[in-house]
C-alpha cells in the first residue's frame, strides 16, 4: 500500500511563492498518475493538478499559469510549485493517486497547510 505524506505548507504573503512536496513509501510510483487536490475551510476538497505517469500536466483554472505538478527522476516525490500565491489559494494540500480520469483513489495524508495573507 502506498502512503503519501506532504510537506512544504507555510504562511506566506500574497505574491510570494511555496513548493509542496509529496513522499511516497511502500511503492515506486512511476507507474500511476498523481494530483494535488485542497481544501479549503467550509468547502469541498477540489482538484488543483494531475500529472500522468509520462508526463502529461493538467491544471484547474484557477491555477493555471501560477502552478506546476512535476516529479523527480525517480518518481518517488511529486511536486508543486506554488507561484504568485493570491489569498484564495488558502488551503490544506494533499496528494494522492489518480485514476486516468483524474480521480483520486488512495488513501489521504494529512496534508499541508497553506497560508496566503493579503
Known amino acids: 500500500q502506498v502512503q503519501l505524506v506532504e510537506s512544504g505548507g507555510g504562511l506566506v504573503q500574497a505574491g510570494g511563492s511555496l513548493r509542496l512536496s509529496c513522499a511516497a513509501s511502500?511503492?515506486?510510483?512511476?507507474?500511476?498518475?498523481m494530483g494535488w487536490f485542497r481544501q479549503a475551510p467550509g468547502k469541498e476538497r477540489e482538484f488543483v493538478a494531475t500529472?500522468?505517469?509520462?508526463?502529461?500536466?493538467s491544471y484547474a483554472d484557477s491555477v493555471k499559469g501560477r502552478f506546476t505538478i512535476s516529479r523527480d527522476v525517480a518518481k518517488t516525490t511529486l511536486y508543486l510549485q506554488m507561484n504568485s500565491l493570491k489569498p484564495e489559494d488558502t488551503a490544506v494540500y494533499y496528494c494522492n493517486l489518480v485514476t486516468v480520469s483524474g480521480a483520486p483513489f488512495g488513501s489521504w495524508g494529512q496534508g499541508t497547510q497553506v497560508t496566503v495573507s493579503a
Open positions: 511502500g511503492r515506486a510510483l512511476q507507474y500511476y498518475h
Open positions: 500529472i500522468s505517469w509520462s508526463g502529461s500536466t
